[in-house]
């Protein structure tokens, strides 16, 4: 047994019984973000929040034991993502990557915003010319230190 | 000439005459996130937003014409960035990438988020443990057509 | 089970039955196209389509339900398509790519052509000198956005 | 030299003097789509095509005699185009690829659609929803040969 | 099924029983090389032909019928070929690639050698120094079309 | 200076005086395949050889002594060319790999054909339905050998 | 001018002059290992330190300025590194990756070991049986953030 | 049987059993470094350390004797791991590598540091700051050999 | 069935009865270095020699059919190895690949070495600072070929 | 300047002159393998070495310093080299690494052979049926360490 074996349980199960994730993060008492990752492999529960994760879906002591173990992180197949909806996101990065370095170093100087310290929110924008995705993003920025 | 050349020489008199992308958003009158996406060679100016770039980066004539022309999109020499402030972001969307696209679906059905009719917004977040960077991303959500 | 397992009961149903995808788009009430990007794991069906296929396929009610989770798209095994025919459409874009690029700017301004909001039409042209194959795409004009 | 010297020649004039690829064409008296590709590299010019351009673009006989060579065709610079425009339609080839596959199997038995015997049209499509890009291809099918 | 478990059992049983897949194309009544191509997985038969087959290597009516549908093709596992004896043949295009291009155009202008009308014959050259492989390739030339 | 430096002059100049690789070939006394592959930068001149493609392409000394050196070999900038033509050739060794790799087989035990005691021949083969290109390749079998 | 023609020209003139990064640290006021870091283009200078290194190398004031400003880093032209040296460092992360992985996590979480707020001494091990390369690396661990 | 099947056979009962490396690594009587590398298929133990583990882990006979066969090594599913823990360990590489490589030979002159004749530490660095990740890998210095 | 398993049973069987190539290899009547080869996967057998591991390793009449079939060529899962051993034999081909090439270019004009026409010995030589490696390569010289 | 530079200008200037490897190893007084890495920029000179390859190939003072620093290692462009001649190396690799391992290991246990503490020499076997490239590789054998 492996993680991956735990994450297409959870899979399998939400699709049989139609669960949807947002139902799922408030019994695990985190946000719908942090939850999703968890169950799709790539965050690490607490022993109370893998119980939790195993009642919904029906998971063995063993496979709670998974959840607890930091997993080997990447969600995704290919180095260049084919789903449009992710390739979208990759898009940004490649478009505006250079944008995005410029303007933290003109804030902030040399460093990086952490993908560590990291939250996401996802969320509905409602718009007359069609509503949109709206996410913030907030990681912590990290000056390279001189030594 | 190229639109190459005409970034280059953006960065090169920005580096020199110690500039920031911020005053010339100002000028420009767009974002400062728009403005230096079309700097970098992302974007396609109109030709008041050229004349007021040419004033700034002392640009000739041809050099204002290449703006206004569709670039060739893409401003990374690789496909996985190298730079770790880029990478960062490409490790969120590996790590994040399926959880991004079950939370979209979930809540808008089939379809993608725009990275065309889409915005961004890059602001510090003070935080007494460390300033983050709070980034805000507004895009257009797409529904795939049935025919 | 996954949406691979399904999509794979279908192809295999479909060469032991001998059915034609031309006669499954007219029982699912869409068009050709789209009904055999969703038969091969690419498109979203309503829980009626699921219930039709469901009946051509012999698709059992958690088979049904896959057919309604959005999917992770992209049909190809390589980035550089290996089959004869899939090739010649990559190379249509390898060689035509820079063109089409243009006489879409120039048509349109900057911008892309949808291939969310986007319908295909493939029929017969009979010809003479040997019948051609007819496409017509149809991607709706999306203008990149200044903020 | 070679041939792209020529080809960047062009593009530069082109820009410095605003001129448009439909007017282009209609002094070449070919379609605008296939004397876009000539100029940009891909096609080969007959000695009048080739004195056509030279007269609208400036360039000398050895500049035309180049257009007259067969060129190493392919005009992008990465297996998978980061222009969003061209990666719309790689990302129609990743996701439709294997439905046309089947449809013009269905309808032709094995064999391919030409990418040579090939023309294609770009229209501007009317649409008070937003106007569409239409573009009609159409390739000669070549069955597989029994031997 | 797919009709790579096909080509499995056909090979299995093909070591097995000890054939050849000269005799094998004598009862099929095409030539070697399409015959192998064939059983391969890299052709379609017609149904007499899958009933050939069939007989030969103990082919359900399923498996018959899988024969019959046009397969993804493409026969190596990787870009550049392992196998010595393949990496020569891709060994030939890379060394001489430019030169035969630059000779059939020599010869007939711009356009390709077809490998869709196609035919490939190897023989065994006597030759006292040692025997020589001698293969005749036979592509219809096909003229890109201006329009 | 380097060898590539002398190719592409020849290129230059053959376009510019408007040769023809056969007329080149009977002047170095070689096939126009080999003699191809020799200005191309594949293959080593004797002086004598060098001599005469330096009356032809007016080559000074030391451009003469560059063709008489080894040099790197490998014609093509990607492992998957994008040149139409090439490419056919790149997808027969795709499509047809393991056939010519069983037939040589069956035929000739384990080895290889070998693509350096090798001699290519293209002609024009006329047919009534379309000209076809005929070419013959011999390459030398080479057992592996048993040590 | 860019960021690279400041590295080459600090490179070349430390060739020429015999400099040694020891002592070109000391001036700088740093380790040898960031300062080394900053001359090969992978670090952010202070005004002084460039002024500094300005002296050591004889950079202009402009050169001086693009050592101040943040470099898109990565410094090796490979993904897998040819150079010996360096490879022995990517045969650790390959072969001691997973290890690395596991004790860190069972000593502080799941997490990272920044590369950011980072530093390292590489020393000389005085060994009887050969001397050996002393390095350490310092990194912050910054544990993953539940939300 | 392979190794990796024992290398899985491990890991699952070390989560199932809740064990940690460091109280395995005491049993096996080598460094916490090392014995995670063995446990995870990329070292070579000997029968008495093979038949430690077999305790431990419950292995059989032969499952002890693939613990003793030395193993094809590297850890990683892919070039650039996706795993942002060891990840950052490849950044290192990438960011510093030339670096390490200017101060290795500026000290030793050419040749490598081993990864062969190689120990690695790795201990918790408490800092009011946060702890941090203290690591020190000792290898051996190869002097290129002259001949 | 398929080669891959017959090897895969040949390694677990030598790993299960503690076998050693060299006893191997005496028993089938060639050298350790072919006979490993062989075992591996890479060579062909004759009737006696497939029947002569059949008796070693407990192969079915089957299974050692498959030895005498020739092989898909190639031992190694990635283009650029990972295995420490292994690469060092790829680093000597990157560092000294274009010196072997120059070297045997001087000596014998433009050709090849044959790794056809080959063979090699790899031995203990002994040396009281450590013992070495001692490999021989021989393989036939190719001279290319003029026509 | 770089050692890319030195090595063109050696090139060039032994074609121009000329010279033989071996010659300019006799006055270097080393081998002509480690001589040839030299000039191909891949070995370092010791002071008396830079000089006497200065006098050959007429090096300035500031070229032979270059031949003094520690070149980054790697002589092809490819990670599969395109060289038939190189080529035939890395077919060795592939086909014979796993048996050169498995033998290495047989003789020696766990480690490598040295690609560093390495020396190579190839000469002309002569053979009535073709003369042959015979070449020593001697490396020395470093065990893992267990710590």
Redesign the interface.
Known sequence: ??RNDVT?KI??TK??K?L???DVAKKVG?????T??LC?G???ATPEQAKALGKIFGLTA?EQ??LQ??P?????P???????????????????????????????????????????D????P?P???????????????????
């Open positions: 047994m492996n297409e899979i399998s699709v049989a139609g949807k994730w947002e985190q946000s719908k973000e942090w999703t990752a799709l790539q965050m690490t063993e034991k998974w173990v930091v080997y992180k990447g969600s995704l290919t180095q260049v993502p084919t789903d449009p909806l992710i390739y979208r996101w990759y898009e940004i990065v490649s478009v505006y990557g250079t944008t995005i370095k410029e303007l933290i170093h003109e804030e902030f100087g040399d460093g990086i915003m952490s993908a560590i310290d990291f939250s996401m996802i969320t509905r924008e718009d010319k069609g509503d949109r995705v709206h996410v913030v993003l907030s990681g912590k920025f990290l000056p390279y230190k001189q030594y």
